[in-house]
């Protein structure tokens, strides 16, 4: 609870990267570190790396499905986001769709205009609600 700020963070490594001024159309499947500058029209996919992780930078955009082990956003996703770890949110991040994480961090200013689900370790879905207004 009171260990060292970022112990347990994954260390983010580019193995690939969309650069600004880049725009891909279709999915896009990787293992290791992918920096997204650029904008992405189709899902991104992380495969069978569990310490994958996706950086997505302030001015980036991504149109479709994130599937990643490690998510950190900073730019604008506009599709379901499924993070099977950590999931953090900077201040930036725009996310237009579902949520389902293992971990969150969120920095004031980040946006989700969807549902948050919770998975704990044994997968099991716990959805946040909104307390009504009476």
């Known amino acids: ?38 904008e992405v029209k189709g899902n991104v996919e992380a495969t069978g790396d569990s310490s994958s992780l996706l950086y997505l930078s302030e001015k980036a955009t991504i149109e479709g499905e994130v599937t990643v082990a490690h998510f950190v956003a900073n730019g604008t996703v506009a599709g379901k986001v499924t993070v099977s770890d950590t999931l953090e949110l ?22 989700i205009e969807g549902r948050l689900v919770h998975r704990d370790k044994s997968g099991k879905a716990v959805e946040l609600k909104l307390a009504s207004a009476n």
């Open 90 to 111: 900077q201040a930036g991040a725009r996310i237009l769709g579902d949520v389902e994480y293992a971990l969150i961090e969120m920095q004031q200013g980040a946006v």
């Open 1 to 38: 609870m009171f260990g060292k700020r970022g112990e347990g963070k994954p260390q983010f490594k580019t193995d690939s990267l969309i650069a600004t001024g880049t725009r891909i159309e279709g999915n896009i499947r990787f293992s290791g570190g992918l920096r997204i500058e650029g």
